[in-house]
């Protein structure tokens, strides 16, 4: 059984690298209040990327991520069709969400920030992701891959993601803060 390197031990491990999204080990979804009073969860099913690291520049990554948001899955069909309309996502129009990211702040072997652009309904804002490095294993195949848990707190108005409708009792039907969890596995091409 192979046992994932972490701290000192993975640090003689920081190398130049291109790792590769794998998606069927990936979970990229989000969370946001509904009625105020409880919460809805989705996640996207479509998803690629790359990470390329380059240990002489460990302050840097270069990060390209691909998101279909027609593959947004909440559970509930008829949620999912109007998050795809142009109230939300506009699909039809904008078949893409990216993320490019570069500049880091921490420790790419443990705990880091990775600073960001999101692009979203051709609108694209900085993000930060607070990341994690999960660890770097073999599997059973001799392929090494690489986890990584990244979370992050955006406002959706900031992507004019505006659609939303009063209530009576105050607030409104859908919450602007939109909770981003990312948990994937990459493995290493090069």
């Known amino acids: 059984m192979t046992v994932p390197t972490t701290g000192s031990e993975q640090a003689l491990k920081l190398e130049r690298a291109t790792w590769t999204l794998d998606a069927a080990h990936a979970n990229v979804e989000f969370a946001v209040k509904h009625l105020m009073i409880t919460t809805v969860r989705g996640?996207?099913?479509k998803v690629d990327g790359t990470v390329k690291v380059d240990p002489e520049t460990p302050d840097r990554l270069d990060v390209a991520v691909e998101i279909d948001p027609a593959s947004v899955d909440t559970r509930e069909e008829r949620r999912d069709a109007h998050l795809r309309s142009p109230d939300f996502?506009?699909?039809?129009?904008?078949?893409?969400?990216?993320?490019?990211g570069g500049r880091v702040e921490g420790d790419l072997l443990g705990h880091f920030k990775l600073y960001g652009e999101l692009?979203?309904?051709?609108i694209t804002k900085p993000v930060v992701l607070d990341v994690s490095n999960d660890g770097r294993v073999k599997d059973p195949w001799g392929n090494e891959k690489l986890g990584i848990t990244a979370t992050a707190k955006v406002n959706r108005l900031d992507w004019d993601l505006k659609w939303n409708m009063p209530l009576e009792t105050g607030g409104f039907l859908v919450g602007e803060e939109v909770r981003i969890t990312i948990e994937a596995e990459f493995a290493r091409e090069s």
């Not at 699909?91 to 993320?99: A, D, G, K, L, M």
């Not at 692009?119 to 051709?122: E, N, P, V």
């Open 43 to 45: 996640r996207f099913g």
């Open 119 to 122: 692009t979203i309904r051709g």
């Open 89 to 100: 996502f506009d699909v039809e129009h904008y078949p893409r969400i990216t993320f490019r």
